[in-house]
DNA sequence: CTTAGATACATAATTCACTTATGTATTAAT
DNA sequence: ATTAATACATAAGTGAATTATGTATCTAAG
């Protein structure tokens, strides 16, 4: 598990990607997926993603459908044309942060 | 200048890793070496610094010792044995948690 | 069958590292 | 003389996260 001091900040950049990446995604399938990718480093808890949800979809970055499963109620987001530009701009953004870390602390990172 | 968010968590790391690479430093010193090093990206501020610096402190990272320039003081910052140590844990840290997001943004970093 | 663990959503209370604001004082430049 | 840079320090406020709590369904194990 990474110090989760680091992970502050990059929420909303994972979010963003994996949707882009992988398309239409409920929140439960999102915190599973990133646990996957990240090789169980990075465990996104729900009072963190919902939150996180609800305010992109304020903002016209994802749109919602939701499907009955059973008796269980699902809520699937993907990007809005507005969200796939953010997308762009937040994982750019983060390249540049990594540049300049790389910089400021000597190391070759990747 | 980087969003600030991003920045989060790294203050402590940063701070340690150019005072092991610079030797002693001031605080004013500190911050005008990493707006250098990051190409004016990362500005460190006194508000984040110097309470950062006294905690180090307290926790036996880093030792001080003043000096008169003038009529001015100055308090050198330098690494003890144990700063040592948290310098090559905390920059691993980064390093790992930089692999991490590459893996689950799926961006070549670096 | 019933209990635990996984699935699936949601929100409120709290934390804590940071920003912003404020304060003091010296030195250099215009 | 006034502004900007140098140099330290701390208090108040912010906000994105953690932690805690709540509801409910599905599945596997014993």
Redesign the pocket.
Known sequence: MHS??L??????TIVLKVLKDNGRM????IT?RVKELSDDRIL?????L?????KLEAEGMLKTETEN????????YSLTPQGRSLVKERVNEFVEFIKTMGNVLQVNLG
Chains 1, 2 share one sequence.
């Open positions: 989760p001091e992970l502050k900040g990059t929420l909303q409920y929140g439960y399938e599973q996104i808890t729900e009072g963190a919902y939150p996180a949800l609800h499963i059973g008796k269980r109620v699902r809520k699937y």
